[in-house]
């Protein structure tokens, strides 16, 4: 008796960015489209199974990048900061910080 082929899940692009959830057998049957859309950062996964908690499978930039938040936001000195920073809503025009960093090329005459 043949097992029937799983079938991999097509990502329509309005869709990338969404977690989606599978049971273990749903994800093993799935594990090769699964761990490429994750590594690409389509999609963070929920992989659920019975009497356990879930896990999550995502890419390892999205990983780290939680990582970094959470070191940012248990540091309070940084938070205060950055709220700071949020605050000031002092604007530079465009043309200001060309000239100030002298990005623009000088006219021979």
């Not at 273990?24 to 594990?31: F, H, K, P, Q, T």
């Not at 879930?54 to 959470?70: H, Y």
Request: aromatic share 6%; net charge negative; charged share 35%.
């Amino acid at each position: 008796m043949s097992m029937p082929k799983s079938k991999t899940k097509t990502i329509p692009q309005d869709e990338k960015s969404q977690k989606v959830t599978y049971s273990v057998s749903e994800a093993r049957d799935n594990l090769y489209s699964i761990v490429k859309e994750a590594s690409l950062g389509y999609r963070t996964y929920e992989i659920t199974q019975r009497d356990a908690d879930p896990v999550v499978m995502m890419s390892k930039d999205e990983f780290e990048g939680w990582q970094e938040t959470l070191d940012i936001m248990s540091d309070e000195k940084l938070m205060a900061q950055l709220r700071r920073s949020m605050k000031d809503k002092t604007r530079i025009p465009l043309q200001k910080v060309i000239r100030d960093l002298k990005l623009e090329e000088e006219n021979e005459s």
